[in-house]
């Protein structure tokens, strides 16, 4: 069975940081190509960052120079680094795997970006 469980959403000032992290299932993980989308309320959901199993990473331009993902192969982890927050990257986030043709995803972590 594929889980992937995201942690670390919460309320955050604008300027301010936060961490998001995605443990997934150790049988998926080396092979996957692991990605943050997230879907703001009225809006359709949008790819923020993905990263291959080799350690490429792409970015929406809209967070560019602010958010990093990364991954920890040994810990089976996927973390996403969201720096400068403003509040339009407010959004529910979510953890998604893509391995050959079946894609995955984890159930969400609500971010808020308000003063």
């Known amino acids: 069975q594929v889980q992937l469980v995201e942690s670390g959403g919460g309320l955050v000032h604008p300027g301010g940081s936060l961490r998001l992290s995605c443990a997934a299932s150790k049988n998926i993980f080396s092979l996957a190509v692991m990605g943050w989308y997230r879907q703001a309320p009225g809006k359709q959901r949008e790819s923020v960052a993905v990263i291959t199993s080799g350690g490429s990473a792409t970015y929406a331009e809209s967070v560019k120079g602010r958010f990093t993902i990364s991954r920890d192969n040994a810990k089976n982890t996927v973390l996403l680094q969201m720096n400068s927050l403003k509040p339009e990257d407010t959004a529910v986030y979510y953890c998604?795997?893509?391995?050959?043709?079946?894609?995955?995803w984890g159930q969400g972590t609500p971010v808020t970006v308000s003063s």
């Open positions: 998604n795997a893509k391995v050959t043709l079946v894609t995955y």
